[in-house]
C-alpha cells in the first residue's frame, strides 16, 4: 500500500467558498501530480510538479492552483469553487528522488467536491 | 500524435474464465506501458508496467500483459477471473525516460459475474 494520503475524503461546500485539498506522501518522490476525474470516467491531469518550487499545469486547463514548498506536500486550491468543479480529485506521486525515473504513480485515496 | 486507446468500454466475464482488457498505443519511441487498476471509491493502484526485457509481465492478483511491438498493444490478461476483479482498467503509456509525459486511457470497466 502507497504511504500518499489526501483530506478530506468528501466536501460539500457552497458556490464561492475557497478550498484547499491536501495531499501528502512519505515516499520520499520528486514527481506529483493533480488529476480530475469524474466518476468512472477517464482522468484529466490538472498540474504536476517536478519537485520543490516546481509546478506546471496539465493538459485540462483548471482554475485551481498548486504550490510545491515541501517535497512532502502538494496542495491544490480553489480560490472561488462552482459546481463545475464538482468532481473527484485523486493525487499521485512517483520517482523517489536519487531513483531511475520509471514514472510508476502511486495515487492517493481520492478527494470527492461537491459543489453546490 | 501521442495516444493510448482502449476500445472497449466494458467488458463482461464470468467467474472463472479467463479475460482480457485491451490497449493499444501510438507513441514515438520506445514506449513505458503500464495497468493500473481502480476499484469503487478508491483512487488507482498500479498494476504492473513494461519498460524493457521479456514481453510478458507479471503483476498483482495475478495479472499478466503481453507487450507486443508490432501490433502496438499491451492486452491485460488472466487466467482465471474473480468477481474480485470487477473495477476500472487504466492503461497508460510514458515515453522515455526523465521527461513528463504519461497519457492514461479512457478506462475500461469489467464485471466479472459469478
Known amino acids: 500500500e502507497a504511504d500518499i494520503y489526501q483530506t478530506p475524503r468528501y466536501l460539500v461546500i457552497g458556490t464561492g467558498k475557497k478550498i484547499t485539498l491536501e495531499c501528502s506522501q512519505t515516499m520520499g518522490h520528486d514527481k506529483m501530480y493533480w488529476y480530475q476525474q469524474d466518476p468512472g470516467m477517464e482522468l484529466h491531469l490538472i498540474h504536476y510538479s517536478y519537485g520543490v518550487n516546481s509546478t506546471e499545469k496539465g493538459d485540462l486547463s483548471s482554475e485551481s492552483t498548486v504550490s510545491r514548498i515541501r517535497t512532502e506536500h502538494f496542495p491544490l486550491t480553489l480560490e472561488s469553487a462552482r459546481p463545475s468543479h464538482t468532481s473527484q480529485y485523486l493525487c499521485?506521486?512517483?520517482?523517489?528522488?536519487?531513483?531511475?525515473?520509471?514514472?510508476?504513480?502511486?495515487f492517493g485515496p481520492g478527494t470527492r467536491l461537491t459543489v453546490l | 500524435a501521442q495516444s493510448v486507446a482502449q476500445p472497449e468500454d466494458q467488458v463482461n466475464v464470468a467467474e472463472g474464465n479467463p479475460l482480457t482488457v485491451k490497449c493499444t498505443y501510438s507513441?514515438?519511441?520506445?514506449?513505458?506501458l503500464f495497468w493500473y487498476v481502480q476499484y469503487p471509491n478508491r483512487g488507482l493502484q498500479f498494476l504492473l508496467k513494461?519498460?524493457?526485457?521479456?514481453?510478458l509481465v507479471k503483476g498483482s492478483y495475478g495479472f499478466e500483459a503481453e507487450f507486443n511491438k508490432s501490433q502496438t498493444s499491451f492486452h491485460l490478461k488472466k487466467p482465471s477471473a474473480l468477481v474480485s476483479d470487477s473495477a476500472l482498467y487504466f492503461c497508460?503509456?510514458?515515453?522515455?525516460?526523465?521527461?513528463?509525459?504519461?497519457?492514461f486511457g479512457a478506462g475500461t470497466r469489467l464485471f466479472v459475474k459469478a
Open positions: 513494461y519498460i524493457t526485457g521479456d514481453n
Open positions: 507513441v514515438s519511441g520506445n514506449p513505458y
Open positions: 499521485a506521486s512517483s520517482d523517489p528522488r536519487g531513483g531511475t525515473s520509471t514514472d510508476t504513480q502511486y
Open positions: 497508460a503509456v510514458r515515453v522515455g525516460t526523465g521527461g513528463f509525459k504519461t497519457i
